[in-house]
């Protein structure tokens, strides 16, 4: 079993930024594969990042790559994603997931999931 809280969120004015981590406890951290996924109120779940537990592989979504980056610290048993030049857009509920394969954290269907936390960015 492995436990996820996300922490970070907040209210944000657009072109600013915020730091979200993740924080894991339970199995051993650096097994598995880490990502990040949004909601929107009315929308449907979004992949937003996925790393793999060396750092060496990672993944972007469309809407976000060049503009947040996701880092892994398997010390610390915490993943990060840095938001930059926030837009009103990213504003929405923000999960982090784990999996131990990770084709199912890529398809949103990881088998740990954190509560959320929300990240708001007016204009």
């Known amino acids: 079993q492995v436990q996820l809280v996300e922490s970070g969120g907040g209210l944000v004015q657009a072109g600013g930024s915020l730091r979200l981590s993740c924080a894991a406890s339970g199995r051993t951290f650096s097994n598995y594969f880490m990502g990040w996924f949004r909601q929107a109120p009315g929308k449907e779940r979004e992949f937003v990042t996925a790393?793999?537990?060396?750092?060496?592989?990672?993944y972007y979504g469309d809407s976000v790559k060049g503009r947040f980056t996701i880092s892994r610290d398997n010390a610390k048993n915490t993943v990060y994603l840095q938001m930059n030049s926030l837009k009103p857009e990213d504003t929405a509920v923000y999960y982090c997931?784990?999996?131990?394969?990770?084709?199912?954290?890529?398809?949103?269907?990881?088998?740990?999931w954190g509560q959320g936390t929300q990240v708001t960015v007016s204009s």
């Open positions: 997931a784990a999996d131990a394969n990770p084709n199912m954290v890529r398809g949103g269907l990881a088998g740990y």
């Open positions: 790393i793999n537990w060396s750092g060496g592989r990672i």
